[in-house]
């Protein structure tokens, strides 16, 4: 009797330890999820923001296809990995998220060139109106996102999780809150051209710093208060980014003509594709503080 009580707690023990494991492995694939998610979104911003750019150029130089092409993939890829529930890398999606990283860095040299070459080489004319230095970043941002994601994804079971062989949460929310300081950068740029005439239009230069201090305070604070706080600001965030598209079509709407000529005020007004460009990164944070979460629970 003794030894029958002795072998159903065995089995007891065993379920529980396979529940878990199976619940690991779940929180894995979760995680990878919500990182090919925001890496998805960095890329439909792309693939939209750089079609309606590189179609004002009229394409004057063939390279202007390749962001297009590599956007678009990334995009796909990043559908593909949102729905993949398997808990393994998928190589197809790594290419081609370094792929998309390769053309951010090209990109960025391909922008800065264009800069320079104009007369007057670096200046505030130049910058206003030359191709946007911050631009290609988004891609490289959407490809290193993704290619952690797969990195997340491969861990299986184990914990904690690891990228670079550092910790993932960490690394991640590292990534992201210097994609914050840069986009804000670039926003930044391009409404000091608009002369702030909007005072919403501080907000993409006030709101995201502050979201990539809050991340960078919960990467280096186990407080679960810092997390909260820092996961509510990436909420905000992500509403902000999906709330510019919404007040840019308003700036669209202003120009001569406002919709009924949108096809000249699309190329000339405030573009639609970028704001969600912060929410793909919000969404990448919090992604980011669920690993650091877990990782700290566990």
Known sequence: ??????????????????????????????????????????AASVLADSAVEHYRGSFKNKAMLIPLVVAGLTLTMSLHGTADRRPVAHQARDTSYLLAAA?????????VYNVTKKAGGWSWQNLFYGAPLGAPMAILLSGVLGFCSERVRANGRRRPHRVFNLPAGETIATVTALGL???????????????????????????????AGLLAGAALNRERRTRRLARWWMRLLTAMGFAGVGFHAYGISRNMGGW???????????????????????????????????????
């Open 1 to 42: 009797m003794g030894e029958a009580k002795r072998e159903q707690a065995g089995l007891r023990s065993a379920a529980r330890s396979f529940f878990r494991l199976g619940q690991r492995e779940a929180e894995t694939v979760l995680a990878a999820r919500r990182l090919n998610r925001a890496a998805g979104t960095l």
């Open 103 to 111: 053309t951010g860095l090209l990109g960025t040299g391909f922008h």
């Open 181 to 211: 300081l840069g986009t804000t950068g670039e926003a930044g740029l391009l409404h000091f051209r608009g002369a702030f005439h909007n005072p919403f239009m501080t907000l993409p230069v006030t709101l995201p710093p502050i979201g």
């Open 260 to 298: 009924r000529n949108w096809s000249q005020n699309i190329l000339n007004g405030p573009p639609l594709p970028a704001p969600p460009s912060f929410a793909g990164l919000a969404l990448a944070g919090l992604a980011a503080l669920e690993l650091m979460k877990e990782a700290r629970d566990a």
